[in-house]
């Protein structure tokens, strides 16, 4: 009888927990949901993200809203778990109006919700990570790759590399071992190396990490045995220190480690510190940006105000500031959406992702939004998701990153086809064709 | 009062080897399907039912099956995960390879791939025992995460070893709502529960259970152990593969190797022991306890703070979560450690003596 009396009581307090939303939903904001790994095995990294896109949102709110309309965030923990990940989505998807867009910070998460976001018509927005495939717009309509994917990482990193040896011949006959997380984040690079290497007669070492990636040892003594030319390197979360730190103890050089665009963030290598000296990664876009305007008028607007996040001394870190680029991007998306639907109107998602379809951040835009000298220009079209494939490498001096090139681009040639041949076995397995040209303009 | 069975005499054979021999338990568990069946469909919203219902039918069934093999039959298995996986990746390659697979015979061949797999690993129990088996059927988790990991076939050779599913369809009907999937959900929990409850009460079951309280003894009285511990992995893993065809198929849509990953193995073991070992009922209990409250103490959290004034952060209310739901399973099995579905039967015996229960 206790426990039924228990049952009960748990149960109306779900019903009334779920209600509340109804009341907030009457004022006029634009909601944008934050899916969190505050807590888990990424949380270290993570959570600056989450810290950034929040602020940004400040910000934005700080600056007058969306040709007035207010941005509001309500963020929802998944720990990196797909499961709890797909909870979350179900949660705050009809929250407050309805959700603009999803930025799920986890792969397994976006292949989920990439089965669902169709029906529930709300983009996807997932830089740098999530299915590489989906810059074709034309096969994902609802997914948005925006500012490049992890076979554009791999590629840049891969031209970085070739550009310190001299020149794409010099590789030949060289060996690169790869050190990656045993999932779909991991795997996802792969093809990108592959094909690259048949080009360029390289060969490719596959180290594969099991989850979380906390055990490596094996690993690096496999490495310390063949002595790879270079070390690539996918990891995220508490597995790229895991890395650096077991690439000291085994005496493999860090300045031939070069991570992709989630391994290369002050949280990885801070413990480490002075030992980590060398260890360089492609940053698509952005990287650490202290001295960026953006960031400053973040800490006078918004940390000043008593109303920031995070701690004060992460903003301008790299993994804020893709927080803080992400939740740009997401804003400027709506922006362009408004011009189209109606200035000072809350768009829907569907509204939003023609928004983000149609983005044209050009230089002069970017920088009046604080963003000089963080991101070169992005425009999307109904074809191509991904708006620009620009990167740069930067190295850890011990203490902080320095740029270590200059702006890389991905090679269209090689990667458009790999984009091409993904989606349409994507569409082939689903059944979906491809979109007419009539359907780009709704 | 109600709750007596006073005055039910049972004049035949058929009716004394009733599933339910009380009346009141036969209207209340008619009611209670009514209420699944009609009720629930219309009242709850697609959250409930996306995010909470169909998960907690799902993992029901799976605690179900994996409790016929470890509550029945006391067979400790760690292996849940890798044959749920089985399951699911079985009957997405049937339905990618064959043409016009229909939804029901693909989950149900995955499930009889699963029942292949976990007979294989089920030979070591005639062996080894208690926590010995354990860790044996741990080594079908890692195989098999390794075998969807590395074999690309079973993936149909995707790049990042992720598979999807879409266009659902039940002999014609499109599964696409969310009232839809539930409902698909519930007809398999049903159907398996029944089977399995009429499989307990027959003389495999017995067997089962001869077998869990004293195989020696068992065997002197002429029972099989090989027999009834491979029928015990047999129907166990069917059914856990049914589930992992559902979980992936119905509730994520998309799944890695992760989704069946230890963790799920561990949880599913956690729900039949806090929902009640050898209990049919002490499966669903354990599976709604462990899927449900956490979601419900994440957001009773923060509506709570806001109650009294108090913002709580996003990750401090993820550790708060985990706290109570910690200290929630130890409350719970120290009052009962038998599980909930014995303190479900406490309650019913003193239904039976109310108004003076002692």
């Known amino acids: ?442 | 009062m109600l709750y007596r069975e006073n005055g039910q005499f049972k004049t035949s054979y058929r009716s004394d080897s009733q599933v339910f021999p009380i009346a009141q338990d036969r209207i209340g568990i008619w009611l209670l399907l009514a209420f699944a069946v009609i009720g629930v469909p219309l009242l709850a919203d697609e959250y409930l039912f996306r995010a909470v219902l169909i998960p907690f039918l799902i993992l029901s069934l799976a605690a179900l099956g994996l409790n016929i093999l470890v509550g029945y039959c006391g067979q400790i298995s760690l292996g849940t995960g890798a044959f749920m996986a089985v399951g699911a990746y079985a009957a997405y390659n049937f339905m990618v390879r064959i043409e016009g697979m229909p939804l029901l015979g693909a989950v149900l061949l995955g499930g009889a791939c699963a029942t292949v797999v976990g007979v294989l690993f089920g030979i070591p129990s005639l062996r080894i025992k208690g926590l010995y088996l354990a860790v044996a059927t741990l080594a079908a988790q890692f195989f098999v995460d390794w075998a969807f990991l590395r074999i690309s076939w079973f993936t149909n050779n995707s790049s990042s070893g992720s598979v999807s599913v879409s266009n659902l369809n039940f002999f014609g009907i499109a599964i696409n709502t969310p009232t839809e999937k539930y409902l698909l959900c519930l007809g398999f929990l049903i159907v398996f529960a029944m089977a399995a409850k009429n499989l307990v009460r027959s003389h495999v079951g017995r067997e089962w259970m001869a077998i869990r309280d004293m195989d020696v003894a068992a065997a002197v009285i002429g029972i099989r152990p090989v027999y009834a511990k491979l029928t015990a992995f047999a129907v166990s893993s069917f059914i856990v593969g049914v589930a992992g065809a559902l979980w992936g198929f119905v509730h994520l849509g998309s799944w890695e190797p992760a989704a069946f990953s230890i963790d799920r193995s561990f949880q599913l073991l956690f729900m039949i022991i806090i929902g009640g070992l050898g209990s049919i009922m002490g499966s669903i209990f354990g599976a709604a306890f462990i899927v449900i409250l956490p979601i419900f103490l994440n957001q009773a959290l923060p509506a709570l703070g806001a109650l009294v004034g108090v913002t709580i952060s996003t990750a401090a209310v993820a550790h708060t979560e985990l706290m109570i739901f910690g200290a929630l399973i130890v409350f719970f099995l120290i009052v009962e450690p038998h599980g909930l579905a014995r303190l479900w039967s406490i309650g019913k015996e003193k239904m039976r003596l109310w108004p003076f229960p002692h």
């Open chain 1, 1 to 442: 009888m206790k426990f039924q009396s228990i049952a009960l009581a748990a149960m109306l307090a779900t019903l009334s927990s779920l209600t509340p939303s109804a009341a907030l939903a009457q004022e006029k904001v634009q909601f944008f949901p934050s899916l969190t790994g505050r807590t888990g095995p990424v949380a270290p990294n993570a959570t600056p993200f989450a810290n950034g896109y929040a602020d940004y949102m400040k910000l934005v709110n700080a600056r007058g809203g969306i040709n007035g309309v207010k941005t509001l965030v309500e963020e929802c923990e998944t720990a990196y778990a797909t499961d709890r990940g797909v909870e979350c989505y179900e949660r705050l998807k009809g929250k407050h109006g309805g959700a603009t867009v999803f930025q799920p910070l986890s792969t397994g998460i976006t292949f989920a919700l990439t089965e669902k976001v169709p029906t529930d018509k709300i983009p996807l927005i997932t830089s740098g990570y999530g299915r590489s495939d989906s810059a074709d717009g034309s096969i994902f309509k609802w997914n948005f790759p925006l500012i490049g994917h992890y076979w554009v990482a791999g590629d840049t990193v891969l031209q970085h590399i070739a550009k310190k040896e001299g020149g794409w011949d010099k590789l030949k006959g060289k060996k690169i071992g790869v050190v990656y997380h045993d999932s779909p984040f991991g795997k996802e690079l792969l093809p990108i190396l592959q094909e690259r290497s048949k080009m360029h007669g390289f060969e490719l070492q596959l180290l594969p990490v099991p989850a979380p990636g906390v055990e490596q040892k094996a690993i690096w003594l496999q490495v310390r045995q063949q002595r790879p030319d270079f070390v690539v390197m996918q990891t995220w979360g508490v597995m790229t220190a895991t890395a650096i730190k077991e690439a000291v103890a085994t005496g493999y050089p860090r300045d031939k480690m070069f991570g992709t665009w989630w391994s290369g963030a002050e949280p990885d290598l801070k413990d480490v510190g002075a030992a980590a000296k060398g260890y360089s990664a492609v940053m698509m876009q952005h990287g650490a940006e202290p001295d960026a305007p953006v960031v400053k008028e973040i800490l006078t607007k918004v940390h000043d105000k008593g109303q920031g996040t995070g701690p004060k001394e992460e903003v301008g870190q790299v993994l804020y500031m893709r927080g803080v680029v992400g939740a740009m991007l997401s804003v400027e998306g709506v922006r362009a959406a408004q011009e189209r639907f109606g200035k000072g109107k809350v768009m829907l998602g569907d509204n939003a992702r023609w928004g983000y379809e149609n983005l044209n951040l050009t230089q002069a835009k970017l920088d009046a939004l604080g963003f000089k000298g963080v991101m070169r220009p992005v425009s999307t079209s109904c074809f191509d998701h991904m708006g620009s494939a620009w990167a740069r490498v930067h190295t850890w001096d011990g203490a902080k990153f320095t740029w270590a090139s200059d702006w890389l681009q991905a090679d269209d040639q090689i990667i458009k086809p790999l984009v091409k041949a993904s989606a349409e076995k994507y569409a082939a397995e689903k059944k979906l064709t491809r979109r007419e040209p009539a359907d780009c303009q709704s």
